[in-house]
């Protein structure tokens, strides 16, 4: 297999090719992309060869960028390494260097192999090192996913289809420059160009739905719809200003019942019309990183949050993460590891892990624990365990650990997993609520302060 029979952008006549690269370069112009880190996920398939042949030749142009390519390798067919192979070879003669990544895929998984293997190879997208991170889906890809979506019964956002563009958690922007494109201009590019590319024979195999949209439904429809993928194309993008609108309709609703410390006030949210709250619900969790529900689950959460009292703790759970009322209010959870269990003992270190969170233990004089105290007896962190107590008021007797948590509004999801100081079979310290009275500092004296670092929120988002 080879990438081309002639040089990346030889001077000759190519009009498709001419019509992508400009499409490309305006494009990118709009996000000012001159000097920043461009990398594509380079499958070896046409579209993505096609998509990284035209930036190769627009690189040196103006704006200029740093240009890459990441190739994932998921072992799922017996040709993987054969793509892999060839997509180094194209790159190499590209001058465009490639990093070939290596994924297991659980076949196994309950999420099904296609969607695990999307996980997966969207994880890799997300640790490149680079300010973006192009894709080559086309036109016809986006009304392949909306009709697709619609016929899973997507609501309006599901059925805006593919975004042109959008934040990957942790990592460079997600581009899909070629998102307007037909998959026919594409293909007279790479005649244009003489490229050549990988054929994957499991993207014709039809008893995969996606294949079959493309295959059977598609081309039937078209057969009687001339211009059907432009047209659903063009739907998804109605229906992409549509979601913008309920969007900024949440924005609106959830400024009118918010709460303290900017949380939802359970009372307000169910006086909303059911439609708004559905609205506001499903924001809410999207903005807290967890996957859409479907209608039935909105349906059911919104039926046990009109009866749950403000007094009342509600928990529900969706596919990824929870959500809670805790004193009137709504707060929306990811997934968590789980608590950390057993002692971690002090030794002095400046930091001690905790799950996957970190505790430092920061010197101070005449604030915090005595360290002086601390050499009575062993010194560890622990988890609660029930029925310890704590005197963080000299003024005031010693006191359940239970009760001074619920003072502080600390939530119940949250109480397990504090970490406890101990000398001993004393307690010293807790995060959140503070040092023991029996241990604290004398002024001018040498001490240490306890301070919990989370990795993540714990309340995930809102």
Same mark, same amino acid.
């Given at each position: 297999?080879?990438? !081309? ?14 019509? =992508? ?38 690189? !040196? ?6 240009? !890459? ?105 997600? =581009? ?183 505790? !430092? ?7 915090? =624990? ?62 959140? =609520? ?29």
């Amino acid at each position: 297999m080879a990438g !081309s029979k002639s040089g990346p952008c030889a001077d000759v006549a190519r009009p498709a090719a001419e019509q =992508i690269r400009r499409t490309i370069a305006e494009f990118l112009a709009t996000r000012r992309i001159s000097g920043t880190r461009l990398c594509v996920g380079l499958s070896g398939g046409r579209d993505s060869l096609v998509l990284l042949h035209a930036l190769a030749c627009l690189r !040196s142009s103006s704006p200029a960028f740093e240009l !890459s390519a990441v190739h994932v390798h998921h072992g799922l067919n017996a040709g993987a390494d054969a793509w892999a192979a060839f997509c180094l070879d194209f790159c190499e003669r590209s001058g465009v260097p490639l990093e070939v990544e290596y994924v297991e895929v659980p076949r196994a998984s309950r999420e099904g192999l296609e969607s695990a293997a999307r996980r997966l190879r969207h994880a890799v997208f997300a640790g490149r090192s680079a300010d973006w991170l192009a894709l080559a889906h086309h036109r016809d890809d986006q009304a392949e996913t909306v009709l697709f979506r619609i016929l899973r019964g997507a609501g309006v956002q599901g059925a805006a289809g593919m975004p042109a563009e959008r934040p990957l958690a942790g990592g460079p922007r997600l =581009i899909r420059p070629l998102l307007a494109v037909p998959a026919t201009l594409i293909t007279r590019y790479a005649e244009e160009c003489a490229l050549q590319w990988v054929e994957d024979e499991s993207n014709t195999d039809s008893r995969y739905r996606r294949n079959h949209i493309r295959h059977v439904l598609l081309p039937c429809i078209t057969e009687r719809f001339p211009g059907a993928t432009a047209v659903l194309a063009r739907s998804g993008r109605h229906f992409a200003e549509a979601a913008q609108l309920l969007d900024d309709l949440a924005r609106i609703d959830r400024e009118a019942v918010a709460g303290a410390a900017g949380r939802i006030d359970l009372a307000r949210f169910n006086a909303l019309s059911l439609p708004r709250a559905r609205n506001l619900l499903r924001t809410e969790l999207s903005s807290a990183g967890l996957r859409a529900p479907d209608a039935r689950w909105l349906d059911e959460a919104l039926r046990q949050l009109a009866m749950t009292s403000p007094a009342a703790e509600t928990c529900l759970s969706t596919a990824d993460g929870e959500l809670h009322v805790y004193r009137g209010q709504l707060h929306v959870l990811r997934q968590r590891p789980a608590a950390p269990t057993g002692a971690v003992p002090w030794s002095g270190e400046d930091e001690l892990p905790w799950g996957v969170d970190r505790v !430092s233990f920061q010197p101070t004089v005449g604030d915090g =624990i005595c360290r002086r105290l601390l050499g009575s007896g062993p010194v560890e962190l622990r988890c609660r365990q029930g029925g310890e107590r704590l005197q963080p008021d000299p003024r005031r007797p010693l006191r359940t650990l239970r009760n001074l948590l619920q003072e502080a509004a600390v939530p119940p999801w949250e109480r397990c997993r504090l970490p406890l100081l101990w000398c001993g079979e004393r307690l010293v310290w807790v995060a959140g =609520i503070g040092v023991d009275a029996a241990f604290a500092c004398a002024p001018d004296e040498p001490g240490v302060m306890p301070v919990r670092k989370l990795a993540t929120s714990p309340s995930a988002a809102r």
